[in-house]
Nanobody
Framework: QVQVVESGGGLVQAGESLRLSCAAS????????MAWYRQPPGKQRELVAL???????DYADSVKGRFTISRGNVKNTVFLQMNSLKPEDTAVYFC???????????????WGQGTQVTVSS
């Protein structure tokens, strides 16, 4: 059993910032990577950013230079710092850790419930 909880969403104006937080808990042997996805209204989910257990990061072109993903000091936590927000960043944001629950098992993605980010113009 794994729980993934996101927080930090809200309503902001264009140009402002938000910081999303995510914590994974439960039966976790290791986490391969942690990612943030988003789903804008009426659109498909898309990968926003990810960070591997080695610290490598990757970003969608649309957020490069504005968003930063980082791991927290508390184990199994990750943050998404979002600066210079735009109306097109409006979406539900999901934290998705890729987790190995037991040694030698395959990794599985676990999805949180999501947190709403709304950016007004």
């Amino acid at each position: 059993q794994v729980q993934v909880v996101e927080s930090g969403g809200g309503l902001v104006q264009a140009g402002e910032s938000l910081r999303l937080s995510c914590a994974a808990s439960g039966r976790i042997f290791s986490i391969i990577r942690m990612a943030w996805y988003r789903q804008p209204p009426g659109k498909q989910r898309e990968l926003v950013a990810l960070i591997t257990n080695g610290g490598s990061t990757d970003y969608a072109d649309s957020v490069k230079g504005r968003f930063t993903i980082s791991r927290g000091n508390v184990k199994n936590t990750v943050f998404l710092q979002m600066n210079s927000l735009k109306p097109e960043d409006t979406a539900v944001y999901f934290c998705v850790p890729e987790i190995v629950q037991r040694e030698l098992e395959r990794a599985t993605d676990y999805w949180g419930q999501g947190t709403q980010v709304t950016v007004s113009s």
